[in-house]
């Protein structure tokens, strides 16, 4: 078989199951719209078996569970959607409703505060700024229809630089203190022979500690050079993402269960583990699997995964 009839092959076979996934979803799209969210539910999960993070699936599957009446795993469809795909502001958006028809009020305003900041820092620093100014409004306006002096107060607000403004979407993303993960001192995972778990599994910890610490040019150096995020980012995009995302909150607790290595070769080892992770704006527990690749300085993240 020639080159080119195997690429036109490839090419025939990614369109027609493109075309499956879409009519799928398109037509379970249409059972939600005339009430019949089991049948549609059903389709859904069929297409989440092949692919299980399309993100036009899982928001299928949370709206069908939803109107099914099921919360529980509407909002973890919902957590599952942000998480592979942060930049849905309308699962934020779903979820916030979700968790308000449950009297989930404080939960609800962190999800909503949070798909600001996923999406753009900078909308998280206005609608902050938003709040300070309508509470000195609001106190002022207290003051006057009472007739009461209301002492002055200092009101500061939050500037931006010119790397957090909103960027037009064709615009490559913008390395944010790149130098500061070059710099850093390679992380202290340990060369090993292969068939050492206990070393395997510090060194998981140790990468599990970097983040939590917030140390985000430690925590980059777990991953391999060769390393390429699932979520369709590019490499750079991912390293901006993540530094963001280490840095926002105020603090953050990582802590692993149940660690084992599933696999293990000479050169690559599959480890996975229960992850709960708590932050002062976010809680999640999830099921994780790294795999880590032997390089010469030990052993490296070359791929992340959330099962």
């Not at 249409?30 to 049948?39: K, N, T, V, W």
């Not at 100014?133 to 500061?156: C, F, H, M, W």
């Not at 993960?181 to 998981?204: D, K």
């Amino acid at each position: 078989m020639t080159m080119k009839l195997r690429v036109a092959i490839g090419a025939l076979l990614w369109f027609l199951s493109a075309g499956l996934s879409a009519s799928t979803l398109d037509e379970a799209q249409s059972l939600l719209q005339a009430g019949q969210a089991e049948q549609a539910l059903t389709l859904i999960d069929r297409q989440l078996e092949a692919t299980p993070d399309h993100g036009d699936g899982l928001f299928l599957r949370a709206r069908a569970l939803t109107a099914l009446a099921r919360p529980g795993p509407a909002e973890r469809t919902y957590r599952q959607l942000i998480e592979h795909h942060p930049q849905r502001i309308e699962a934020y958006n779903n979820l916030a409703a979700l968790l308000v028809e449950q009297n989930r009020l404080a939960q609800a305003s962190q999800i909503l505060e949070q798909a600001l900041t996923d999406i753009d820092p900078a909308y998280a620093a206005v609608y902050r700024n938003l709040q300070t100014v309508n509470v000195e409004i609001a106190r002022a306006s207290y003051g006057k229809a009472l007739r009461v002096d209301v002492p002055e107060q200092s009101v500061s607000l939050a500037t931006l630089n010119l790397v957090d403004s909103p960027r037009p979407a064709q615009a490559p993303p913008e390395k944010v203190n790149t130098e500061q993960a070059e710099v850093v001192e390679a992380s202290p995972a340990i060369p090993l022979e292969a068939g050492e778990p206990t070393a395997i599994e510090q060194t998981v910890r140790d990468w599990a500690r970097a983040w939590a610490a917030q140390d985000v040019g430690r925590y980059l150096s777990f991953y391999a050079g060769d390393f390429r995020p699932d979520d369709g980012l590019t490499r750079e995009g991912w390293e901006q993402q993540r530094q963001v995302r280490l840095r926002r909150p105020e603090w953050i607790r990582v802590e692993l269960e149940k660690l084992r290595i599933a696999e293990q070769s000479a050169q690559q080892v599959v480890v996975e583990f229960i992850q709960k992770y708590r932050s002062d704006t976010y809680g999640d527990v999830t099921h994780k699997q790294l795999i880590l690749s032997r390089e010469n300085n030990g052993w490296r993240i070359s791929q992340e995964k959330t099962l």
